[in-house]
């Protein structure tokens, strides 16, 4: 039976690349993991294994720590152009460029006065500690034409202890759940936001502040929403988000919910009053959707993993 080449692409996955900026005696780190992935006219190579069009993902690598050398590091949405335009711009046969990167973030770790005659001030300047609230995530996408820029989070931990409820949902004969007027609410934040930005014609976004704003919007929304559902609270999120940052049309979410569930303590002889839980990792619930701009067309994919 005849077949044919589909879709195609290759590249180099997760490239670690660690910069280092020297200010003087003071130093700042980005750590990315960077993925390529080219497509074009690359049907021989698929075809016959003839490499004509084909640039080693090797090379990939290599300009991927050149860049960090010679364009620097100032963001991964930044450094995914760089990136993305170079493939596309110097090899005829690559048509397409998409870059995946996920920053790993450090803060310098701080001493008390107390402590500092054992540890000098020049040596804080340089002393680091990975920081655990979450991956910085950004794909940068470009075509010849024009550049499509999503970035995002994943493993963003948030929990409300109170200001909580779910009642009023359907029951039937399987339905157990007791309806709550005052529980946890606990997420792990996955997602991902589209800008509109999409050439050089537009002035770009300052990628880092619109990264830190769009977090504290998210989390703002979260903290200050009476929810009676989770996707009342996602919605919340998305909504803030687009309304405060006109550079984002397009903000979609993955939030599992982390449930807690109240422990009997009667067999004890004990009351819990809303004090004592058990946090169950699975199975949970899973909710997931899109926020809009008005008149936006969505774009990010259902499955966020395929991002």
């Known amino acids: ?14 490239t670690r690349v660690v910069k280092i900026t020297r200010d003087g005696d003071t130093h700042h780190i980005k750590d990315l993991n960077v993925s390529v992935a080219l497509s074009g006219d690359l049907s021989d190579v698929h075809l016959t294994g003839s490499n004509a069009h084909c640039l080693p993902t090797d090379t990939t690598k290599n300009t991927v720590y050149a860049f960090a050398k010679e364009k620097g590091i100032d963001s991964p949405e930044q450094f995914g152009i760089e990136l993305a335009r170079h ?7 690559i ?13 310098r ?53 109170t200001n909580s409820e779910f009642w009023g949902y359907i029951k039937d004969r399987y339905t157990t759940l007791k309806e709550a007027y005052d529980r946890i609410l606990a997420t792990s934040v996955t997602g991902r936001w589209r800008f509109n930005w999409t050439g050089e014609e537009q002035r770009q976004p300052q990628w880092n502040r619109s990264y830190e ?44 919910n982390k ?8 067999p004890f002889g004990l009351k819990n009053d809303n004090e004592v839980y058990f946090a169950a990792d699975r199975p949970y619930g899973l909710i997931e959707a899109t926020v809009l701009r008005d008149g936006a067309e969505a774009r990010i994919p259902v499955d966020l993993t395929n991002l």
């Open 1 to 14: 039976m005849p077949t044919i080449l589909g879709q195609n692409q290759y590249g180099k996955a997760e």
């Open 213 to 256: 704003q769009v977090k504290k919007h998210m989390l703002h929304a979260f903290a200050e929403t009476y929810s009676l559902s989770l996707q009342q609270t996602l919605f919340q999120m998305g909504s803030r988000v687009i309304n405060s940052r006109s550079e984002v049309d397009e903000i979609r979410f993955s939030l599992p």
């Open 95 to 107: 048509h397409r460029a998409r870059i995946r990167i996920e920053e790993y973030g450090w803060e």
């Open 259 to 266: 449930h807690h569930f109240l422990v009997d303590l009667e």
């Open 87 to 93: 493939f596309v711009t110097s090899q005829e046969p």
């Open 109 to 161: 770790i701080e001493t008390s006065d107390a402590n500092s005659r054992f540890i000098g001030a020049d040596e804080v300047k340089h002393s680091f500690v990975r920081t655990g609230q979450e991956t910085r995530l950004t794909q940068v996408t470009f075509d010849g034409e024009g550049f499509e820029v999503v970035s995002g989070l994943k493993d963003l931990t948030v929990m409300n202890s």
